[in-house]
Each structure stands twice: as C-alpha cells, then as structure tokens.
C-alpha cells in the first residue's frame, strides 16, 4: 500500500508541477511561446542597432518591464520556464535598502542546478542583472528572500524568444573568446580539502574609475567543463564591501553572464574558488559593459594563490 501511494504521489508530481509542496509555480506572462516571440522581436530590431555599432546591450529597454515585489520573511516568487526555452533573463532591485536574497534553479523538486546567494549593500544604487543558461528541461526559477521582513526586493524575469536566445548565446561566446589573457579572463583553480584548508586560488580587478558597470563569465567549457562555485567580492576601498555573491553553477554547457554596477571610483573585483582542486578549476572573464572607457583601458588583473 505504501509503494502504491509512493507511485501515485510521484504521478501526481509530474502531471501537475504547480501543486508540489517544494514549491508553488507560477507561469510566466506572457506564458505562450507565440506571445514570448512577439514580445522580443522589437527588442531585436534594437539590438541590431548597437550590432551595428560594436556594442551589445544585453537587456534594451523593455525587457523588464514589470518588477515585482517580494515581501521579505523568507519570501519565495517561482518562474516556470517554458519547454521550449533554454535561457532567461532576471534583475534584481530595491528601494535603496540592502539587498538581500537567492536565486536557484531547480529541475523537478529534488534537483537543484543553479546557486546564486545576494548581499548587497544598496540595491537601487548596484542592482544586479544577469543571463542565465540552461537546459531544455523546462526548469523552474526560484526568488526567495532573506529571513528579515524589513528587507523586500524587487524582481522581474524575461523570457527570450529563441532567435534572441541565439543573439544573447552569440554575444556571451563573442566577449568570451575576445577577453584576453591575463588581464581579462583567468584561471581560477580549487583548494585544500583539508579541514581549515584556507580555499581555492584568489583572483582580482580594478576597475577603472570612469567604468560605471562590468560584465562577469564564469565558464568551464575550456578547462574540464565541469560545475563551479565561488565568491565573488566587490570592494570599493579596503575592506569595504559593499557587494557580496555566492554562485554555484553548471559549467562545461552553462555560462553565466552577468552584470555589474560599479558607480564611481575605486571598485575591486575579487573572487575565490570555493572548490576542490581536483574538481574546481573554471575560468572567470570581468570586462566593461557600455562604459566609457576606451578599449585599452580595461579592468586589471592582479593574481594571489590562496593555499594550505
């Protein structure tokens, strides 16, 4: 009797994903792909326009069009990708209060792929945007916030048409294969499976006074292509943090391109390996997204191993 109950509880998941009790689902709007399609074909036109010029916008205006509030007390706001897509688009915001929240996405109730932890200082002055990449096996996207009531946020998802899927595909590996070496992209290599083993290599970037956002890859498709995790610190003078992420994700076939608000001078780009040294090696890209920056003056790389 209990094997049958067992099946049936299965069955019952699958056919009706909305009503598990990991979490609740809520359908994108607008939920169809047809009206999906509608929806980004003015926002290729426009891309096509910064094409022409040499420069990219990831997100034109009108791809967050509705942000949605998420009350804080541990909060949750789900996406449900559809069948048919294999990237999203998210941004996260607030008022001007910190920003404090995690993105995850799940495969089912049991299969967790994705990782992303927030703790920004000021959310209205440095939100956050970013692409994400996955596949097609209609995964659902998961927006909690903190454990603290005063601390809402705000959040919109976009899901692009397939041909812009392609563009956004097509830019990540452009800029990807563009950034150079060292100064750009570099290897981040994991630590001590010791107990205290003091972590994987350290890697950081200043970033130019006059560069008002950057963009990260975080990718493995060159160097094993397996799954990463690490921290990713922006300081703005010592000691200073005033962004703070923690991302776990797939590697070989899932880059992560995000980007960055850096306003004003003396921003610095850390990040730390958070894995093993037989599994943890990836690569990390940080470069300028639509500053003013000429081409030459790109963030600097410095290098520091952090070993046991």
Known sequence: MMIFRHLLALYFFHSNVGLTSAFSVRALTPTTASSVALRSLSLSSESSDSESSGDFDMFPPGTFQRLEPVQGGGTVKTFQMPPWTEQCQYTLTTNGRPMKCTVQLWVGPLRNVHTLNVDVQDGKKTPYTA????????????????????????????????????????NTESMWNSAT????????????????????????????DDVDAVQIISW??????????????????????????????GGGSQPYHGVLQTPGPGWIIRIKNDKFLEDGLFQFAVMPYKGDAPAAQMPSAASDDWWA
Do not use: H
């Open 220 to 249: 493995s498709k060159d160097v094993g292509k397996k799954s990463f995790r690490t921290k990713i610190e922006m300081l703005q003078g010592p000691n200073n943090f005033k962004q703070y992420y923690k991302l776990q994700c």
């Open 131 to 170: 692409t994400l990449k996955f596949k097609k096996l209609a995964p659902t996207l998961k927006i909690s916030t903190s454990d603290d009531l005063e601390l809402p946020i705000q959040c919109d998802v976009f899901v692009p048409s397939p041909a812009r899927s392609k563009e956004l595909l097509a």
């Open 181 to 208: 070496i060292p100064d750009q992209k570099q290897l981040v290599q994991g630590g001590s499976t010791q107990i205290g083993g003091g972590g994987g290599s350290v890697r950081t970037w200043t970033v130019p």
